[in-house]
């Protein structure tokens, strides 16, 4: 997906509140923003927000001095998670489907995006109240639990740290396949890496790969060889997220997306509202560039 | 007041909207808001947000190809508010203290700001049921009546066309002193000039200046000498509205801003809430420039 005119304002609005959540000091702010905003003015709207959003939280991350500035917070959101794992999967077991009943779930860890929205225990009590009742569209549910059973390899672009406790139980219910989880080659925002990945368990449900890159997304210019050929060479790839969307959602492949609707941008892009949940299909238009 | 870097992302904002307002091509609406990134990129944030908005318009007004954009939208808030002038100097001039009733309807005026609000005339309506009963500062009131009665020459300082209906109500109430009403030297957004100011039945109530610039606000270095003189000569300043509450809030001479908050950081200084109504004093730090 391309960036819009609307993301110009609301990634700066992310990217203060970072500068803000990243304790970089109140006479630097104007200095950083003023960096940003040139970064922005040269910026080529053919990509995706995922891509200037790259670039905005480098200079944040540049300025404080810190790799990983969100990283306190991705640990109480990893916590906050793991304290309803297992009550959880109790009920994702218990239920007559429990692989759509574990996809629902996975669509309630999608709420932890710090980016959008302030980490909040009771926001994700609310959604966690959700699960079961929002609507969902069954005939896209019906559609996945169909590639999920005629697919050997699967593999599942996790989105926030936090959100990926939700996936391992996701992953739980793939019915034993050969899945990959892939995170971020780096920290961006509070997204998933492989330390996050590591301390919500998920190192005990899947295999784990880094893509290589920054970006709160997957951009396939950027990500890694050995990631582009693993997502090139699965049966399945199920993306989470908003970031994933906007930087895969004209990939060429066919991708199953599972994500909270967070931004009007997304909203019109996919015909929904802010709130919905969405299991969006991309098309496959072309055919697989690994080993090319 | 400097601009502060929650301006922004908000400044942005009502660029986005503005494009939209003014008819911009879609098509070109990503390449004007790069040319206002750069811009924001290099402004000196000393400098107070009516001259960075004052830049931004320039732009979005040069694209557009139309000097005054808003001018559709200026004439339907005059008409819906000279709709209602009649009814309203009844209930002043009807009212036990009519110079504070008129203060209050002028205070209802400055909702009408199309840089923040879109032209919705139930809006107004609901704002003037408020006019008698929304919570003011009396002490500053009073002491705004005292300025009044022992003034001779008193300068208003317009802000939003539309607004201005509501200005002359509160001129009549003036007591027949020698009284100014400054405008907008050029278009810029909805901001009152002298073509608006004639619209609005004011030509008959007060001499009409304006202040030979284009910014929405009272910029003092950039305000014609013409202006400047009256400005410093005048025994009284009454200036409504964000615009001139962010230009002159530290200019040095004493002012009675009159505004409705509606952003955070005015919120933030003049120690209110969005929504509030103010009576603001600045106090005088500096004498009379003119002839200097």
Redesign the interface.
Known sequence: MQ????C???L??QA?KA?GLCGINESR??PV???I??C????D?DLSPPEMAMYIHRIIRGECGNPDPYSGMKHQAIAAALGHESRIRQMIMASETPFRTAVRFALVGNVLDFAIFDWNPQRLEEQLELALHQPLDETALTRLEKEVESATKIMVLGDNAGESVFDKLLIEQLGGKQVTYAVRGNPTINDVTMADAVASGLNKTAKLLGNGSDAPGTLLERVSREFRCEFDSTDLVIAKGQGNYESLSNSGRRIFFLTQVKCPVIARDLRKRIGDWVIAESKATVNSQCGA
Chains 1, 2 share one sequence.
């Open positions: 960036t819009y005119p609307d110009i304002p609301c700066l609005q203060l500068t702010v104007f923003m003023k960096r905003l040139r922005m003015a040269n910026f709207p």
